[in-house]
């Protein structure tokens, strides 16, 4: 299991505004791990919202964050990054991130339970 250190939110974001959310696992093996990032709202199932895989250009988002979030990562410091745009109330969430396979982004990546989670960052939009 590999163990995250999420941050970037905690703080009340317009609607329309942006943040840039950090993902840390000081993993040896980071740079080859696919990687991906959930939300989870209250009294919502969790829900994958992009991946990434080990190669930065190969990325894939949830339909309802296409073309509005941007996910990243740098192998050289450990970390990924998730970066919401145009933020809307519908974003407020707690995100977390995980590793959901090695190399590629696997096909179930939105549905993978990584079995341990971290503390997550929370992401709170207003109207």
């Known amino acids: 299991q590999v163990q995250v250190m999420e941050s970037g939110g905690g703080v009340l974001v317009q609607a329309g505004g942006s943040l840039k959310l950090s993902c840390r696992a000081p993993?040896?093996?980071?740079?080859?791990?696919?990687m991906a990032w959930f939300r989870q709202a209250p009294g919502k199932e969790r829900e994958g919202v992009a991946c990434?895989?080990?190669?930065?250009?190969?990325?894939t988002y949830a339909d309802s964050v296409v073309g509005r979030f941007t996910i990243s990562r740098d192998n050289a410091r450990n970390t990924q990054y998730l970066q919401p745009d145009a933020l809307k109330p519908d974003d407020t969430a707690m995100y977390y991130c995980?590793?959901?396979?090695?190399?590629?982004?696997?096909?179930?990546?939105?549905?993978?339970?990584?079995?341990?989670w971290g503390q997550g960052t929370q992401v709170t939009v207003s109207s």
């Open positions: 993993r040896p093996n980071f740079s080859v791990s696919a």
């Open positions: 995980a590793k959901v396979g090695r190399y590629d982004c696997p096909a179930s990546w939105a549905t993978t339970d990584p079995g341990s």
């Open positions: 990434i895989g080990w190669n930065p250009s190969s990325a």
